[in-house]
């Protein structure tokens, strides 16, 4: 099949209309623009390109600096939460394990020196409403009667859900106060904390078909009080950051899975002074050459 469309002749196509004159300057022109328009184009995306990269680093900035800001924050309301209760156990069975200082004044001092800190807390927030704090008020009528109550409310009371069972919550009395002091303070942040065992005998390691310890600290020691008691425990995280609270608090543990897994927290005596080096002997005395014979 022939197209329709006719070939142009040689003449037709020797006769095309002329370019007008400035045409070839001016596509010249348009294309200069053109160029000059791209080259704007990305200068202007590698221009907003940066400004981006320079807002998400400000932001990545300013978000590791509040998160700084509120991980400083957080440590810091810990510590000072933490701070009396470190003071008062800590303190008081650092006295009792390492310099040998009695009980009673070992928390006692303990506990003077929780006063003290407790008294600078009052002044320090005192002073955010007040222009004047006064030390001497605020120790006698705020931090005494907070350092005596709590003290007297963890060595005499254990709440009965806190304990295995009323064997258990009657010999609470006859355990370490120190012992008492770091176990309620446990108490207040998990309330799920069970006291399992305190004081045993010869008879109950008989029962539960273990071997006869004689030197436990679940037995009365020589001051009177039981050394040693035993928390429920569970596989997990839980568990291990009691453990590691009695640790800091400067009291063992051991985990044990002899007839139910628990924690054994034990507060050692304190190690007797070392006794006095014995005297040297005396020399035996020289007689002295007398004069040789004749």
């Known amino acids: 099949m022939r197209s329709s469309v006719r070939p142009r002749s040689r003449a037709a196509q020797e006769t095309r209309r002329p370019t007008p004159p400035g045409t070839d300057e001016r596509w010249a022109e348009v294309q200069r623009r053109l160029r000059a328009l791209k080259k704007e184009v990305l200068r202007r995306t590698r221009r907003a390109r940066a400004a981006a990269a320079r807002r998400v680093r400000k932001a990545h900035d300013r978000a590791a600096t509040h998160f700084g800001r509120l991980a400083f924050a957080a440590a810091r309301i810990f510590l000072l939460v933490t701070a009396p209760f470190l003071l008062l156990i800590r303190g008081a069975v650092w006295l009792y394990r390492d310099h040998g200082v009695p009980t009673w004044m070992a928390l006692l001092l303990s506990g003077g020196a929780t006063l003290l800190l407790l008294s600078v807390y009052g002044v320090l927030i005192s002073r955010h409403f007040a222009a004047r704090a006064r030390l001497g008020w605020i120790a006698k009528w705020v931090a005494a009667p907070l350092v005596v109550c709590y003290c007297g409310f963890a060595l005499l009371h254990l709440a009965r859900e806190n304990a295995k069972d009323d064997a258990v919550h009657s010999l609470y009395a006859a355990t370490h106060p120190l012992l008492r002091l770091a176990v309620s303070t ?64 400067g009291f063992d543990t051991l985990r044990h899975v002899g007839t139910k897994d628990h924690l054994h927290v034990s507060l050692p005596a304190p190690l007797p002074p070392p006794a006095p080096p014995a005297p040297a002997a005396p020399r035996p005395a020289t007689i002295p050459p007398g004069p040789p014979a004749a």
Not at 187 to 195: H, T
Not at 222 to 239: C, E, F, I, P
Request: proline share 5%.
């Open 186 to 249: 446990l108490i207040l942040v998990d309330r799920n904390a069970v006291v399992t065992d305190l004081a045993r005998t010869p008879d109950d390691y008989r029962r539960m078909r273990l071997p006869l310890n004689r030197r436990s600290l679940h037995y009365p020691q020589a001051d009177g009080w039981v050394h040693a008691m035993d928390l429920r425990t569970s596989n997990g995280l839980r568990s291990l950051l009691v453990e590691w609270y009695f640790r800091a608090m």
